[in-house]
């Protein structure tokens, strides 16, 4: 069975860091750009980061740049999203997502996204 598992969320305090990660089980990541998105409640989802297939481009909201890191590991089937300098506004529940484009890009935006995980949250709170 095919499945998006993401992890490493919690409760941290204002400038407080997560790490959080995305594993998938039942197929490859090759070819797959990944994304991480949230949703605040009573919020739409939004993109937060991406990278591309062989993790040479990257792209960030406005709002997490420079605080925010992704990262793959294809032969461990994982994304990382490293998030430091946490803030309040950052709470949301996070979700990653594959698109194939197997093309060096990725896209903010979810339509391209045909798989999803269940979600991890993360409150940043003190």
């Known amino acids: 069975q095919s499945q998006f598992m993401e992890s490493g969320g919690g409760l941290v305090q204002p400038g407080g860091s997560l790490r959080l990660s995305c594993a998938a089980s039942?197929?490859?990541?090759?070819?797959?750009?990944i994304g991480w998105f949230r949703q605040a409640p009573g919020k739409e989802r939004e993109g937060v980061s991406c990278?591309?297939?062989?993790?040479?481009?990257?792209n960030f909201i406005d709002s997490v740049k420079g605080r925010f890191t992704i990262s793959r590991d294809n032969a461990k089937n994982t994304s990382y999203l490293q998030m430091n300098n946490l803030r309040p506004d950052d709470t949301a529940q996070y979700y990653c997502?594959?698109?194939?484009?197997?093309?060096?890009?990725?896209?903010?935006?979810?339509?391209?996204?045909?798989?999803w995980g269940q979600g991890t949250q993360v409150i940043v709170s003190s």
């Open positions: 997502a594959a698109d194939w484009r197997p093309d060096s890009s990725c896209s903010l935006r979810l339509n391209p996204y045909i798989f």
């Open positions: 039942g197929f490859t990541f090759e070819g797959l750009a």
């Open positions: 990278i591309s297939d062989h993790g040479s481009t990257t």
